[in-house]
């Protein structure tokens, strides 16, 4: 058997191995959300879609639905691979100002390859102010406010909330780097596994206002360099 030919039989295993995880999931995705009601949200994603990974979701609080973009945690755990681990316990905060408590937990095929997640968002949005009222009567400090998290049915939405996460880090737009930042912000967007998308590329190039041929050559020195470092 050669190289190629096992490759796409491993890839074939995969693959069905993923459908079968699924498939004995999608009743599970439905139970959880009957069992924690209308504040829970239950999701189920399908790495190898990466645009339109939802392919199940019970629940509401985010608005999304079948064929609904990951999240931008979601594209940092397609870049961080097979080496990602599960994200539990996490509070985001939503566009329209509330707080939602998630987990992520990764799908994994027999070979340990990562190849989507179930995630399970529950809105905690009226327990956190309870809790401010208690700690206020305790004369306790507010707790420190969660990132916003954008979760849309629009790819492209997640894309612009990364590159304005972006800015408001620089401080200003990207239209306005410098030569010499140009390498920098690129590693930014790697960094938050913007370029897993393939949407990605020409958005980032109008925002910086430089060409998609320079955003790829930027991409592929910036893996080179990295690469190099990781066999140093």
């Known amino acids: 058997m050669t190289p190629t030919t096992r490759s796409r039989d491993d890839a074939a295993a995969s693959d069905s ?10 009743p599970i995705v439905a139970g959880i959300q009957e069992t924690f009601g209308r504040r829970c949200e239950v999701v189920l994603h399908d790495y190898r ?4 990974s939802v392919i199940d979701v019970a629940g509401d609080v985010t608005g999304r639905q079948v064929g609904s973009a990951m999240s931008e945690i979601g594209l940092k755990m397609l870049q ?16 329209d100002g509330r707080s939602v408590k998630s987990s992520t937990m990764l799908l994994r095929d027999p070979d340990g390859h990562v190849f989507g997640a179930l995630c399970i968002n529950f809105d905690v949005t009226e327990l956190r102010t309870l ?8 004369g306790e400090t507010d ?10 049915n629009d790819i492209d939405a997640v894309i612009d909330s990364v590159l304005t996460e972006v800015e408001n880090e620089l401080g200003h737009s ?3 780097i410098t030569v010499a930042q140009r390498t920098e912000v690129v590693r930014m967007l790697e960094q938050r ?3 897993q998308i393939r ?10 206002g430089l060409s998609r041929a320079s955003i790829y050559n930027h991409i592929a020195r910036l893996r080179e360099s990295d690469q190099a470092g990781d066999e140093g």
């Not at 809790?131 to 305790?138: D, G, K, M, Y």
């Not at 707790?143 to 849309?152: I, M, N, V, W, Y």
């Open 49 to 52: 879609r990466r645009e339109h």
């Open 199 to 208: 949407r990605a590329v020409p958005l980032v190039a109008k925002r910086l």
């Open 143 to 152: 707790p420190s406010e969660a990132a916003t998290t954008t979760f849309s």
């Open 131 to 138: 809790s401010r009222l208690v700690a206020e009567l305790a």
């Open 80 to 95: 961080q691979g097979d080496a990602a681990t599960d994200e539990l316990n996490y509070v985001t905060r939503l566009s």
């Open 174 to 176: 990207l239209a306005r």
């Open 17 to 26: 191995a993923a459908e079968a995880v699924f498939a004995a999931l999608r």
């Open 193 to 195: 596994g913007l370029f």
